[in-house]
């Protein structure tokens, strides 16, 4: 699967986004998918993830009832809803797609098999 991460930009404290990732190859309903940041010099943190049945839902205690994670089989796309964003919420955007598994969906990065390019997002304060 490819996939294409969309939707970044600039905008002011207490604004909204909204990030696409893009499936194409496979069914995006086949994957775990995961939303990460990253900032230069630093690990990529896991945002939000949604499980292949798309009935389990995760979130990073940071975001936490201000994203969303969303998934349109019909588009072959997922989503990352953010809300109330906040400076530190400035980073590059990564989704990434996990083989289906019985244990769940994984959290850490090292467990997502296939990535997109990042999309930048600035929240000026």
């Known amino acids: 699967v490819q996939l294409q991460a969309s939707g970044g930009g600039l905008v002011q404290t207490g604004g909204s986004l909204r990030l696409s990732c893009l499936a194409s190859g496979r069914s995006i309903s086949d994957y775990g998918i995961g939303w990460f940041r990253q900032v230069p010099g630093k690990e990529r943190d896991f945002v939000a993830g949604?499980?292949?049945?798309?009935?389990?839902?995760f979130y990073g205690d940071s975001v936490k009832g201000r994203f969303i994670i969303s998934r349109d089989s019909a588009k072959n796309t997922a989503y990352l809803q953010m809300n109330s964003l906040k400076p530190e919420d400035t980073a590059n955007y990564f989704c990434g797609a996990q083989i289906r598994s019985e244990v769940g969906l994984r959290l850490d990065c090292r467990d997502y098999e296939f990535w997109g390019r990042g999309t930048q997002v600035t929240v000026s304060s």
């Open positions: 949604m499980s292949w049945t798309g009935g389990s839902r």
